[in-house]
């Protein structure tokens, strides 16, 4: 199982970014999928998921402001992040798996993820 997130970087206060998430190795479509992210001294915390069946569910912080979308044909989910904040800069990782799993983030490995950096 392979999760690569990509598409971070510096952004002003404000701003937009789009993260993707490639997946491989797993039946993506039946998977509910994960966007977390993990700023410097602090819990890893999800900010996003969305079911096999398309239902979402964001954390309060970035309600209103990111959208998580999935393309099953591309095995590729997205977060597109909007009114960008310097409270939301961390790195970003997304996972995927059954939605108690996701709920959880115990998972057994993590990817690299995608550093998200906004600039007041």
């Known amino acids: 199982v392979q999760l690569q997130a990509s598409g971070g970087g510096l952004v002003q206060a404000g701003g937009s970014l789009r993260l993707s998430c490639a997946a491989s190795?797993?039946?993506?479509?039946?998977?509910?999928i994960g966007w977390y992210r993990q700023a410097p001294g602090k819990q890893r915390e999800l900010v996003a998921r969305?079911?096999?069946?398309?239902?979402?569910n964001y954390a309060d912080s970035v309600k209103g402001r990111f959208t998580i979308s999935r393309d099953n044909a591309k095995n590729t989910a997205y977060l597109q992040m909007n009114s960008l904040k310097p409270e939301d800069t961390a790195v970003y990782f997304c996972?995927?798996?059954?939605?108690?799993?996701?709920?959880?983030?115990?998972?057994?490995?993590w990817g690299q993820g995608t550093q998200v950096t906004v600039s007041s």
């Open positions: 996972n995927a798996g059954k939605l108690l799993t996701v709920v959880a983030g115990h998972f057994g490995s």
């Open positions: 190795g797993i039946t993506f479509s039946i998977s509910t």
């Open positions: 969305i079911s096999s069946g398309g239902s979402t």
